[in-house]
């Protein structure tokens, strides 16, 4: 079974910190993915990479900046957190160049105080 | 513009009644996969079925199917026979090309399903 694991479940941080959330999966995937879901608005997708070092903007990147140094592993970088950034954030990976199937990890609860 | 849109936002139905979640997608692409996951109160995604845009066939697993219609641009889901379990956020999703030659999903809002006992 793929395995997506995400750092945290729940994180609080103060206005203007920044945040480092990690994504790891097992399954040798080449395609990683960081969405955030709010209510109303479904998932959308802030970031995601195929290949490492390679990473391509999603469709809200602003205010977020991401890093993949090795396969397994993709980290969101929030550089300087602010309240409309709470959220939830959930990483996914994939094969095919991202026509497969996405697999999940289970979401990590940001609140930015 | 590409995009999917589930008109039902919330639905409640009485358990052993069949439900059905509506999709509508947008798409320029002539090749695009089609997606319906499951997110229980536990958070996580989960897969439920991917349809590629060539294979209009309908299928079946269990108590779930799926009807594929181009002619409407629908991908609905049907559970028969509701239990209280299939109590969740249900979110179809669309592909979308990239530039780099990758695939981006676009989602939909998401229908909250509540099956009451």
Known sequence: ?113 | AQKVTQAQTEISVVEKEDVTLDCVYETRDTTYYLFWYKQPPSGELVFLIRRNSFDEQNEISGRYSWNFQKSTSSFNFTITASQVVDSAVYFCALTRGTTSGTYKYIFGTGTRLKVLA
């Open chain 1, 1 to 113: 079974d793929v395995k997506v694991t995400q750092s945290s479940r729940y994180l609080v941080k103060r206005t203007g910190e920044k945040v480092f959330l990690e994504c790891v999966q097992d399954m040798d995937h080449e395609n990683m993915f960081w969405y955030r879901q709010d209510p109303g608005l479904g998932l959308r997708l802030i970031y995601f990479s195929y290949d490492v070092k390679m990473k391509e903007k999603g469709d809200i990147p602003e205010g977020y900046s991401v890093s993949r140094e090795k396969k397994e592993r993709f980290s969101l970088i929030l550089e300087s957190a602010s309240t409309n950034q709470t959220s939830m954030y959930l990483c996914a990976s994939s094969k095919d160049r991202g026509k497969g199937t996405q697999y999940f990890g289970p979401g990590t609860r940001l609140t930015v105080l």
